[in-house]
Antibody, heavy 121, light 106 residues
Framework: QVHLQESGPGLVKPSETLSLTCTVS????????WSWFRQPPGKGLEWIGN???????TNSPSLKGRVIISLDKSKNQFSLRLSSVTAADTAVYYC???????????????WGQGTLVTVSS | DIQMTQSPSSLSAFVGDRVTITCRAS??????VNWYQQKPGEAPKVLIY???SLQSGVPSRFRGSESGTEFTLTITSLQPDDVATYYC?????????FGHGTRVEV
């Protein structure tokens, strides 16, 4: 059974870079498709970006090129870097695995437990 | 972006009631809708995928249906454990978008 765990600093200063890691157990990062989401306190879910098993990525245009998602096969992890953060980036950040079935219905399961990142000086 | 308009934003019902939550997509997305349940302090959990398919392990009181661009999650007999916020999500294109959520109280 695949399990995901986010990790990283819980506090980041404005204008700095938020860095998080998602560690995958019970499966391989090279055989599946992964995504990052976030949820500001008391608000809804927002997609951040996708990481395909070949290492290519797609990101939300709303984050204006501030996102880098990368794969570390040796550690069975993938990472999120969000640059130039502001208070608006304060949120619980989740990683998740895409499930799918023909003809390419997609859904996300499982999700990590989430990690709260606060942007504050 | 594909917009998902979800309603109501919140509801309160009694144990045993039938509860309906609706999402309307801004364009034709066929059956590419998923429903998630999120309990306070927890990650989202998928209930329904591909508009009508029940995820393994999810109680059968949760049902998904569709009519054109309108998608519905029905809880046929509300239980105390169903207190949560429910989100629809379009999976038609990979710029995944969610409805704003429906908070369900019992």
């Amino acid at each position: 059974q695949v399990h995901l765990q986010e990790s990283g600093p819980g506090l980041v200063k404005p204008s700095e870079t938020l860095s998080l890691t998602c560690t995958v157990s019970g499966g391989s990062v090279t055989t599946d498709y992964w995504s990052w989401f976030r949820q500001p306190p008391g608000k809804g879910l927002e997609w951040i970006g996708n990481l395909y098993k070949n290492g290519s990525t797609t990101n939300s245009p709303s984050l204006k090129g501030r996102v880098i998602i990368s794969l570390d096969k040796s550690k069975n992890q993938f990472s999120l870097r969000l640059s130039s953060v502001t208070a608006a980036d304060t949120a619980v950040y989740y990683c998740a695995r895409r499930e799918w079935e023909p003809p390419l219905y997609n859904w996300f399961d499982p999700w990590g437990q989430g990690t709260l990142v606060t942007v504050s000086s | 972006d594909i917009q998902m308009t979800q309603s109501p934003s919140s509801l309160s019902a009694f144990v045993g009631d039938r509860v309906t939550i609706t999402c309307r997509a801004s364009q034709n997305i066929r059956s590419h809708v998923n429903w998630y349940q999120q309990k306070p302090g927890e990650a989202p959990k998928v209930l329904i995928y591909a508009a009508t398919s029940l995820q393994s392990g999810v109680p059968s009181r949760f049902r998904g249906s569709e009519s054109g661009t309108e998608f519905t999650l029905t809880i046929t007999s509300l239980q105390p454990d169903d207190v949560a916020t429910y989100y629809c999500q379009q999976s038609y294109n990979s710029a995944w978008t969610f409805g704003h959520g429906t908070r369900v109280e019992v």
